[in-house]
C-alpha cells in the first residue's frame, strides 16, 4: 500500500536524504504490530488508504490469560498451545509475548 500511495503521489519508493520514504510511510504499521493487542494497527493501515474497518480485540483479550494458565499448567494439548501462540503474541505485544516465553521456558 505505501507504494501504490507513493507511486499515486508521483513520488518513487526510494531514500531520500538516506531515510527509506516506505519505510517511514510504514514505520506506524510496524509499531502497532509490535504493540500489545496490536493497538493502533488499523489506524496506521487506514493511513495508508486501506480501507479495513476497526477489529474489536476484547474477546481476545479475555481468553488469553486463561490460554496462558492452561499453557504454563500442562492443561493444553501442544496442538491447542501451537493454534493460540499467535493469538497470544498479538494480544501480549512483542515484549510481553518474548516475557512470558521466557518464564514458560525457564517454569518461573
Not at 21 to 32: F, G, K, N, Y
Not at 42 to 47: F, K, N, P, R
Amino acid at each position: 500500500m505505501a507504494r501504490q500511495q507513493l507511486r499515486a503521489m508521483s513520488n518513487p519508493p526510494v531514500a531520500s536524504n538516506g531515510v527509506s520514504t516506505v519505510a517511514t510511510m510504514i514505520a506506524p504499521v510496524v509499531t502497532a504490530l509490535n504493540a500489545p493487542a496490536c493497538v493502533g494497527l488499523e489506524a496506521a493501515l487506514q493511513g495508508l488508504g486501506s480501507t479495513l474497518t476497526n477489529v474489536d480485540r476484547t474477546v481476545l483479550l479475555t481468553l488469553v490469560p486463561t490460554w496462558q494458565t492452561n499453557a504454563m499448567n500442562g492443561v493444553s494439548s501442544p496442538a491447542t498451545v501451537t493454534a493460540q501462540l499467535g493469538k497470544i503474541s498479538v494480544a501480549l505485544g512483542v515484549d510481553g509475548f518474548n516475557h512470558w516465553v521466557g518464564v514458560y521456558n525457564t517454569g518461573n
